[in-house]
């Protein structure tokens, strides 16, 4: 089991909630809420971790870390860009269609990335 799986199974029963009252308020199903209990699901997005941060009292700050304790270390990137920590943070709140271009992206620079390796700045 996940920190995150954890921490959200711990949150939700202190609250008193059930899987489904959860999932309803968070907008996922409650298959959704089990699995990520379960640790099946390691890395719900920023909205949904918002929306389960803010129905189950908790702090968004020590959810996204839960979360990130899933990754090796050397797995996450250290950024030092505000301007690009800045357009990230603003994605959440781009409509759907735009972020699913900004995914296509990025994965498609990521795949390059992996197959020809990274260049220098």
Do not use: C, W
């Not at 954890?6 to 909630?17: D, I, M, N, P, S």
């Not at 059930?18 to 699995?35: H, N, P």
């Not at 943070?89 to 498609?108: A, C, S, W, Y």
């Amino acid at each position: 089991m996940t920190r995150l799986a954890r921490l959200l199974y711990q949150l939700r029963k202190a609250r008193g909630l059930t899987q489904g009252q959860l999932a309803t308020y968070a907008k996922v199903s409650r298959s959704y809420i089990t699995k990520l209990e379960a640790g099946k699901i390691s890395l719900p997005s920023i909205q949904v971790l918002n929306r389960l941060a803010n129905e189950l009292h908790a702090n968004r700050e020590e959810l996204l870390k839960a979360a990130a304790d899933i990754l090796p270390a050397d797995e996450i990137p250290a950024l030092d860009d505000p301007e690009l920590i800045l357009y990230l943070d603003e994605i959440g709140n781009f409509p759907k269609h735009d972020q699913e271009i900004i995914k296509g992206v990025l994965r498609g620079i990521r795949e390059a990335h992996q197959k020809y390796g990274t260049g220098s700045d």
